[in-house]
């Protein structure tokens, strides 16, 4: 094959799960006739719709999104292991993250490069699982929001301010009980404030504004700070020369120019650590609501979910 023809090559992509928006704003994106640059390379041509089994919001929402990407040409197949033989990446995008260990498995034991959508997981323990999975099968794979790539938070995560010492982030948080609580939502917000503050928290402390809305403060090394508020997307970051607004949603399209290039080439944008620790944050802020907004470390609930995890596989 030339290398002019393996430009053109078209990426066969597939996806798991079918009780999510994002399947038909995705598949609209990548599968516009005119669609540019590394999204044109992409096309989604098959789903699996199964993905949870008993949360009924995403239960009751598979039928329509079924009938949409049938209409959109997509072909839709009874198994997992019937989409990997018509595909060459996976979108896994049930919005429940509970059954995404297992439903990645066999991707990655394929050696299909696959994007997760949020939530990674439904606990920390089977993120850590899904990252030593994709270690185990040489497939490097991510997971973000799409409010990581907003163009505001990417230009203060690039250095617009400097390094950043304080930041402050919002989103909603709608909660689903079968989760910790921002896992299910909140994750936008604070995937924001990961973007622009980067790996380093070291203890977090759960509470409620005046509003009563759930806010989560964190300490950071270096004597940074940085904190999320349950609230619209927005936020703000200060940093050594200056405070810029992050935290906006610019919608999915740079999400899926990340997606696709990860799909071309395998470089991710999100490495395993950072995203772990996300998930810890997010733990941790839990444990602090159930310890009466005690402080609670990281580093304690990464200790308890590795524990967890190699219990799993033993």
Sequence with gaps: MSAQDETAKIIRVGIIGLDTSHVSAFTKALNNPDATGDLAACQVVAAFPEGSRDIESSLSRVPKYTEEMKNMGVEIVPSIDELLTRVDAVLLETNDGRPHLEQVLPVLKAGKRVFIDKPIAGSLSDAILIFEAAEKYGVPLFSSSSLRFGSDTEAVRSGSIGRVTHAETSSPAKTE????????????????????????????????????????????????????????????????????????????????????????????????????????????ADESKRLGGAEVTLASMMKKAKEKAKREVE
């Design 177 to 284: 009980v079968t989760h910790p609580d921002l896992f299910w939502y909140g994750i936008h917000g604070v995937e924001s404030l990961f973007t622009v503050m980067g790996t380093g928290c070291i203890s977090v402390k759960r509470s409620l504004d005046s509003d009563g809305n759930i806010r989560v403060d964190g300490k950071w090394s270096g004597d940074r700070t940085g904190a999320f508020i349950e609230g619209k997307f927005s936020g703000t970051a200060t940093g050594e020369t200056g405070t810029a607004s992050i935290g906006d949603h610019d919608g999915y399209e740079p999400l899926l120019a990340q997606i696709a290039h990860y799909f071309k080439t395998g470089e991710i944008p999100v490495e395993p650590a950072e995203t772990l620790e996300i998930y810890a944050f997010m733990e941790a």
